[in-house]
């Protein structure tokens, strides 16, 4: 008998009892801008930036609009200069070549290893080619590089490692939440991502300078005195006539539905490392896929999971997918000729030009991708993996029965 699953791939958990009522508890004094306070009242963005800072052990943190607005936000704090280089992944979502863009630099994308992180070998091959002063390093799907490796490569050629963790928040490696090996960090709180507030975003670094100019960017005018968790006046005082103001502050609102989230986060990502753990135990008994390597200093948030089909083609793959979506699986392939959803690549983002990246391509051609929502059982969990291989497998005999 075959069995066909049932649960929403999409379908997120509701925001929790306390979040609602602060909420509500927001929209009752009317004041939702994170400004706009009554005398000696603390707002909700303030306190959401202090408790993350403390959370992730950063000096200082600032609450945004967006993980892509964080992303643009460091990148102008930085300085970045119209045309400037900005190294960065080929394999991440577009969010991150567009805050490049965003921010006027020219993204210069390097090659993914068949584990889905950064190839350091071509890191260094690019930045021959084309010498730049930032890494925007993108863990992309929470697959997290040789961070010790990554950091030694930086400081020996002075280049600014910003970190894109939104796939992160809550990892680890080697002991180290993810965003504290890099001069920044950016998060996000939009739907999908580890806290929900339907969009949001996070700032953390330990560079007073750097925060002063992305508080003055966001939008703070000269009331930047209201944050707990920014660097002290005397450093605004420097820069703040000289940063433009491009509004993209949190609001009140976001802030207060996130806060209680922060307090169940570590909770959430034991629950989200089970569920990968009972999919992963069903698929690693598919004969033909291929899970990426994982190393043991890497403490993943896995709320999604990736797996290759290295020996099927284009149309094999397709059919698998149909297969599974018959069976009520929704899995992304990185490979498809055309964009679809959330998921790009490289060659969908046409306004960086023409790309050379063989490996990335070969990796790309036959990756999946899978959410793991926290509605999902570990029964539920067991089923789709389950099959899964039993998709991968049924195909395989397609395949040879054909030749
Ligand atoms: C979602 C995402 C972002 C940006 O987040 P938004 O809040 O949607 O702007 C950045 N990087 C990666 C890898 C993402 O998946």
């Known amino acids: 008998m075959t069995q066909r699953f049932k649960g929403e791939f999409t379908q997120q958990e509701p925001i929790a009892k306390e979040g609602i009522e602060r909420a509500l508890a927001v929209l009752r004094t009317g004041r939702l801008h994170r400004y706009n306070l009554a005398p000696r009242e603390i707002s909700e963005s303030a306190l959401l930036e202090q408790e993350f800072a403390a959370y992730t052990g950063a000096r200082y943190c600032l609450a945004v609009t967006s993980g892509g607005y964080a992303m643009t936000t460091v990148l102008r704090a930085l300085g970045l200069r119209p045309g400037e280089t900005v190294l ?167 802030a207060a539905i996130l806060r209680p989230q922060l307090a169940t986060l570590e909770e959430n990502c034991r629950r989200w490392n089970e569920r990968y753990e009972a999919v992963a135990r069903e698929l690693a008994q598919a004969a033909g896929l291929r899970l990426p390597h994982r190393s043991a200093a890497e403490g993943f948030v896995a709320s999604s999971i990736q797996f290759n089909l290295p020996a099927f083609d284009a149309a094999q793959i397709e059919e698998f997918l149909a297969r599974a979506r018959e069976r009520g699986v929704e899995l992304k392939w990185f490979g498809a000729p055309e964009p679809a959803g959330y998921t790009s690549r490289h060659s969908s983002w046409a306004y960086l030009g023409e790309q050379d990246l063989p490996d990335t391509d070969r990796v790309l051609t036959t990756l999946i991708d899978m959410r793991l929502p926290l509605t999902f059982s570990l029964d539920d969990c067991r089923t789709v993996g389950a099959i899964i291989r039993e998709c991968v497998h049924d195909q395989a005999v397609a395949g040879s029965q054909r030749q």
């Open 88 to 254: 960065t992944n080929a394999f991440t979502l577009s969010p991150v070549p567009g805050a490049i863009a965003a921010a006027g630099g020219r993204p210069v994308l390097v090659e993914t290893t068949e584990d889905l992180l950064i190839d350091l070998d071509d890191l260094e091959r690019r930045m021959a080619a084309q010498p730049s002063r930032i890494l925007l390093l993108s863990h992309m799907r929470g697959h997290i590089v040789d961070m010790d490796a990554m950091t030694a490569w930086c400081r020996e050629r002075s280049v600014i490692l910003v970190e894109d963790c939104a796939h992160t928040m809550g990892a680890t490696w080697n002991g180290v939440k993810s965003g504290r090996h890099g001069h920044a960090a950016c998060y996000s709180t939009q739907t999908y991502k580890h806290m929900n507030s339907g969009e949001g975003g996070l700032i953390v670094s330990d560079d007073a300078d750097l925060m002063a100019r992305a508080t003055v960017l966001s939008g703070s005018y000269m009331l930047y005195g209201r944050h707990l968790a920014g660097p002290p006046d005397e450093v605004f005082a420097r820069v703040r006539l000289e940063t433009p103001n491009c509004s993209g502050r949190m609001d009140d609102l976001r």
